[in-house]
T-cell receptor, first 114, second 118 residues
């Protein structure tokens, strides 16, 4: 069974600094997709960034970027120039095409200090 | 604006009672999903549906039931068989298809329903 592990229950970062959230996954498949979702206190799930496994280039979206290491099955999220609005729970998710379902990690709470 | 509407925002259940959570989407998405989120934990899949009149069990389907009579609607019933229903429930939808090109379509989420026991 596919699993997603987020080993950091909580992280803190100073405003304007950079923080990296870790995610590892386990799968025997070669074609898959990875996502980072943000869940602020409002509980809404917001897509932050996505990565196709067949692409070697790391995805970037403004201040958010990923470090995708396929051989190591690692998919970390880097947030640059952290802002107070970045404070949220962040979930890493692995997409299983068969069954069309996402597998989520347990989440990392990110706190941003002013 | 297109989106997913979940109602109610808060719901209470008495012992032995079935309750139904509503999920409606106007995104013209084929696939819809129900997740359960417990405090401090990630999302776990309850049921999903890739097409009208068809649905599959997820990882924690026991004590729940669903229907998919319309493309736009995917209600979830929490039955009395679900002994620990207190949680936050999220509905999601996405495009679906067998071609790889659709596979990276993200799921869009509703705002959730918090269910508690009276």
């Amino acid at each position: 069974a596919q699993t997603v592990t987020q080993s950091q229950p909580e992280m803190s970062v100073q405003e304007a600094e950079t923080v990296t959230l870790s995610c590892t996954y386990d799968t025997s498949e070669s074609d898959y997709y990875l996502f980072w979702y943000k869940q602020p206190p409002s509980r809404q799930m917001i897509l932050v960034i996505r990565q196709e496994a067949y692409k070697q280039q790391n995805a970037t979206e403004n201040r958010f970027s990923v470090n995708f290491q396929k051989a190591a099955k690692s998919f970390s999220l880097k947030i640059s120039d952290s802002q107070l609005g970045d404070a949220a729970m962040y979930f890493c998710a692995f997409y299983l095409e068969y069954g069309n379902k996402l597998v989520f990690g347990a989440g990392t709470i990110l706190r941003v200090k002013s | 604006d297109g989106g997913i509407t979940q109602s109610p925002k808060y719901l209470f259940r008495k012992e032995g009672q079935n309750v139904t959570l509503s999920c409606e989407q106007n995104l013209n998405h084929d696939a819809m999903y129900w997740y359960r989120q417990d405090p401090g934990q990630g999302l776990r899949l309850i049921y999903y549906s890739q097409i009208v009149n068809d649905f599959q069990k997820g990882d924690i389907a026991e004590g729940y039931s669903v229907s998919r009579e319309k493309k736009e609607s995917f209600p979830l019933t929490v039955t009395s068989a679900q002994k620990n229903p207190t949680a936050f429930y999220l509905c999601a939808s996405s495009r679906t298809g067998t071609s790889l090109g659709y596979s990276n379509q993200p799921q869009h989420f509703g705002d959730g329903t918090r269910l508690s026991i009276l």
